[in-house]
């Protein structure tokens, strides 16, 4: 028998979650992801709402873990997934545009986050760069490619306050950052200096500067099923390499 491990958030143990896992935000999102595109879903904590699925998808084992919403919430489970054994995760979540040419419903994936968030002063890591893992970013670049879905590459901030964000986004759209989120620096960072593989794609929901903000559309609705079906693909891709 191995070691039972006790951990604070997630009730799992080593076994239940599989070495790739998906994360959103959103347990309702998870729950989506598992009971209409993974075989055989089972879950494996609902604690503290952290809702958790493993099932497979095309023969590959994958979790689905939600991560709750900002970077300190969302770092708390990734130390727990690292700790469980997993070693490739994409975050799939929404985003708020600040370009003006990104509409409501288009793909974004990072290729860097702005840490305009706390966490890695936490984590002394201010001056490492918050990045995605470079082959994560590539395979669900080729998979939006696959699929011929339209998509923006590009620097992204991650924000501590979604009220706030308002304030920041004219000043950092004319610095080059294409949209806002709250959890994808610190899942970069912490993934860099555990070693596990993180990347990124997001929905935007509407455009923080040019548009309404947190739309509920089936245009937003579609993009995220369109962003799910990415990342399970781009899982497939990196299972294949």
């Known amino acids: 028998m191995g070691k039972h491990l006790k951990l604070h958030h997630l009730k799992c143990q ?106 890695l002063t936490a984590y002394e890591l201010e001056p490492l760069p918050p990045v995605p893992d470079f082959t994560v970013l590539k395979t669900l670049v080729e998979a939006a490619t696959f699929f011929e879905i339209e998509y923006t590459v590009g620097i992204i901030g991650t924000s501590d306050a979604f009220y706030g964000e308002v304030r920041q986004a004219k000043t950092w759209e004319d610095k080059g950052v294409v949209a806002f989120e709250m959890e994808c620096a610190g899942l970069f960072a912490l993934g860099l200096v555990k070693g596990l593989k993180v990347g990124a794609i997001l929905a935007t929901t509407g455009n923080i500067l040019y548009g309404e903000q947190v739309m509920e559309t089936e245009v937003t609705a579609r993009a995220i099923r369109d962003e799910i079906r990415i990342a399970l693909e781009a899982v497939k891709l990196l299972e294949n390499l």
């Open 14 to 119: 080593p076994g239940d979650l599989a070495e790739y896992a998906l994360l959103p935000g959103d347990p309702n999102r998870t729950r989506i992801i598992a009971q209409e595109y993974l075989d055989s879903p089972r879950m494996v904590n609902e604690f503290r709402g952290l809702l958790s699925y493993t099932g497979t998808y095309a023969g590959i084992p994958i979790s689905v873990v939600t991560t709750g919403m900002g970077s300190p919430s969302a770092s708390i489970v990734l130390e727990e997934l690292n700790i469980l054994g997993v070693k490739t995760v994409i975050r799939v979540g929404t985003c708020g545009a600040v370009k003006r040419d990104i509409p409501p419903g288009r793909i974004v994936i990072p290729n860097g986050a702005v840490p305009l968030c706390g966490i």
